[in-house]
Each structure stands twice: as C-alpha cells, then as structure tokens.
T-cell receptor, first 110, second 114 residues
Framework: DQQVKQNSPSLSVQEGRISILNCDYT??????FLWYKKYPAEGPTFLIS?????DKNEDGRFTVFLNKSAKHLSLHIVPSQPGDSAVYFCAASDDYKLSFGAGTTVTVRA | DTGVSQDPRHKITKRGQNVTFRCDPISEHNRLYWYRQTLGQGPEFLTYFQNEAQLEKSRLLSDRFSAERPKGSFSTLEIQRTEQGDSAMYLC????????????FGPGTRLLVL
C-alpha cells in the first residue's frame, strides 16, 4: 500500500516564479519528512527535511510546510531556476526506513 | 569525495546469472540501507544494517537476494538466478544511527536483466 502519495506527476513553471510541490501521507507514525531531488541516472540528493514537531522549515530558496492534522506537506521553491528541473521525491520516516512518493517532475521554463 | 559510492554503476546480465553490487557508505555512518527503484516509482526499502547486523528485511527481498556487511563498513547485495523483473536501479544509502537522521544516497547501480 502506498503510504506516501504525490498526486501530481509533473509541474511546469516559469523561471523566477514559485514552484509548489505537494505530498500526502497516511501513516500517523511518520515523524520525519524529507524532500529529495533526482536527476536521471543519479541517486536522490537530499534537499530539506522537517520534524513532525515543526510546521515549517526554511533553507535558502526551499521551504517545507507540514500540516499534521491534514497529513500533508509541501515544498516551495522560490524563485525557480532552470537547474531546479528534476524529479522531486517526498519521503517519510518512522525510525529507520523511508517511504517514498512516486515523484513529481518539475520543468522550469526560461 | 566522502559521499556514498556504489559499484558498478551499470550491469547488464542474462537471466539466470548471479550479480553482486557493492556499496561504500559515508565513513562515520553506522547505518546502511538498500533500496530498489523501478521506472516511474519512488525508491522502495529492501533492507538495512546497523554496523554489521542486518536488522530488517522487506518482503520485497526474496530468498534470491542476500545482503551482507561483514565488518560494518562496506556492504554487498547479491541477486542469484536473476529474472527480468529484477531490472531496476539499486540504491544504497547511509546515515547515523540516531532518530530523525537524514539518509544520504549513492549514485545507484542500474541493473538490466536480458
């Protein structure tokens, strides 16, 4: 069963605008959430994370928001840049293993 | 470079052959994980080690799969009698053994079974 879902398989955004990626989860035991970025033929690269005791974490152009009651998190990228074009995975942890969503492909248009 | 490394990066094999992949984690990390990723999906957990002990195995890890981490440093993942359905990207990750620690991934080994 898919415990982490990314319902938008793709997102196209103009350079300089905001990219918003969404993720939903079902397991209330998840206590740590991460976003990874992946280029073709490479492994996932860690972007940003958030603990379940917080509702927002910011790192440069990347901000992650967590709504525990809705079991929903989102990643905001502002401003979007051409190098941000990649597949983004949402992941959730309940101690040791990560459960991943299927990914959202982001394309940043010049 | 002190990141996670994997070898080989690519492997093409014929059905029925055995293959072995190696992962070298970040040196101070005592947890090591194996994941598998197929096209259009996110990575799926296979197994993990804390030091040399294998602590959890997914039901995805059939009896044709075996993983070892003999000295608590590098790890190997062996697939015996490969099947076409084993074709995937095999990813290794490592982390410290603390709560809410980030897992860092290697570049992966892409396996194609003909």
């Amino acid at each position: 069963d898919q415990q982490v879902k990314q319902n938008s398989p793709s997102l196209s955004v103009q350079e300089g605008r905001i990219s918003i990626l969404n993720c939903d989860y079902t397991n209330s035991m998840f206590d740590y959430f991460l976003w990874y970025k992946k280029y073709p033929a490479e492994g996932p690269t860690f972007l940003i994370s958030i603990s379940s005791i917080k509702d927002k974490n910011e790192d440069g152009r990347f901000t992650v928001f967590l709504n525990k009651s809705a079991k929903h998190l989102s990643l905001h990228i502002v401003p979007s840049q051409p190098g941000d074009s990649a597949v983004y995975f949402c992941a959730a942890s309940d101690d040791y293993k990560l459960s991943f969503g299927a990914g959202t492909t982001v394309t940043v248009r010049a | 470079d002190t990141g996670v490394s994997q070898d080989p990066r690519h492997k093409i094999t014929k059905r029925g052959q055995n293959v072995t992949f190696r992962c070298d984690p970040i040196s101070e990390h005592n947890r090591l994980y194996w994941y598998r990723q197929t096209l259009g999906q996110g990575p799926e957990f296979l197994t993990y080690f804390q030091n040399e002990a294998q602590l959890e195995k997914s039901r995805l890890l059939s009896d044709r799969f075996s993983a070892e981490r003999p000295k608590g440093s590098f790890s190997t993942l062996e697939i015996q009698r490969t099947e076409q359905g084993d074709s995937a990207m095999y990813l290794c990750a490592s982390s410290l053994a603390r709560l809410q620690e980030t897992q860092y991934f290697g570049p992966g080994t892409r396996l194609l079974v003909l």
